[in-house]
């Protein structure tokens, strides 16, 4: 049984952690932090500490975790490079599972979204296109983050270069090499993914609307039984899956 920390336990991923953990029987929740909690009280008797929050409260939490050796999953998004460095330093002392995404179905849609990219070459325009419900806070979503990540390692071209996000005005034709990037916004979304691939006469989209948080509850759970039983290091939910 792993004892775990759920830090944002009254957020709506947090809910459902605690919902999924509850039924769980591979995991024990031993503790929900939120504003106002401290995880030092309680870090001691975990084994490791699931973090869905904000992303300016994720490095104070891996650094917690490093100095008390404790299993580290990360959900949280929207992290600036500095934070995303700092805490990439400490896969040498703790496992790290960080993902943008731990649904199965997504992290299948990484898997395809390499192979199609493989296979259509650069014949294709490509664009990804996300939408997620109206409080979410940051933008693209993670999981689109990393859709236009794989589009540019297969394309060997460099992100910062070719994303476009969104377009507005008289911004010319588009180029061979771009990746556009577009967020939409509304409702009580979930979370919605596509890839884009159009080429001269056809055109293949691959789709993936998860309908539940438990979806990535589960998959995150998964995940953090999985992490304690690995050398330190830093992994996917790709390697959780076993898909790479
Ligand atoms: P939310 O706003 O509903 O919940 C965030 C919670 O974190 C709130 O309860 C807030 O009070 C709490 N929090 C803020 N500061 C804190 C602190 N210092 N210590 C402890 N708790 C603190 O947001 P959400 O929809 O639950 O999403 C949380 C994060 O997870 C976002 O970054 C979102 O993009 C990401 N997310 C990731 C996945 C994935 O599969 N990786 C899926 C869904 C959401």
Redesign the pocket.
Do not use: C, E, P, Q
């Given at each position: 049984m792993t004892k775990v920390i759920i830090?944002?336990?009254?957020?709506?991923?947090?809910?459902?952690l605690l919902r999924c953990g509850e039924i769980n029987p591979d995991i024990e929740i031993i503790a929900g932090?939120?504003?106002g909690?401290d995880?030092n009280n309680v870090i001691n008797n975990a084994d490791a500490v699931i973090e869905?929050?904000?992303?300016?409260?994720t490095r104070?939490?891996a650094e917690l975790c490093s100095k008390n050796k404790k299993a580290l999953v990360?959900?949280?998004?929207?992290h600036t490079d500095e934070d995303k460095a700092a805490i990439t330093e400490l896969k040498s002392q703790i496992p790290i599972v960080w993902?943008?995404?731990?649904?199965t179905g997504?992290n299948t849609l990484f898997w395809l979204t390499r192979k199609a990219t493989e296979v259509l070459g650069t014949e294709f325009d490509l664009e990804v296109v996300e939408m997620h419900h109206r409080?979410?806070?940051?933008a693209p979503?993670?999981?689109a983050t990393t859709l236009s990540e794989i589009l540019a390692e297969v394309r060997q071209v460099s992100i910062e270069k070719e994303i476009r996000h969104g377009r507005q005005g008289i911004v010319g034709e588009r180029t061979d090499s771009e990746i556009g990037m577009h967020s939409l916004r509304g409702g009580d979304v979930?979370?919605d993914h596509t890839v884009v691939y159009a080429g001269n006469g056809e055109r293949l989209e691959l789709t993936h609307k998860a309908a539940s948080?438990n979806t990535?509850a589960n998959?995150?759970l998964r995940a953090a039984a999985w992490a304690c039983s690995q050398p330190p290091g830093l992994y996917s939910m790709e390697d959780v899956l076993g898909l790479e």
């Open positions: 830090n944002g336990s009254k957020g709506r991923m947090g809910k459902a932090i939120d504003v909690d995880l869905f929050s904000f992303h300016d409260v104070n939490i990360i959900g949280t998004t929207g993902a943008s995404n731990f649904s997504v409080l979410k806070k940051d979503s993670g999981t979930v979370g948080r990535f998959g995150a």
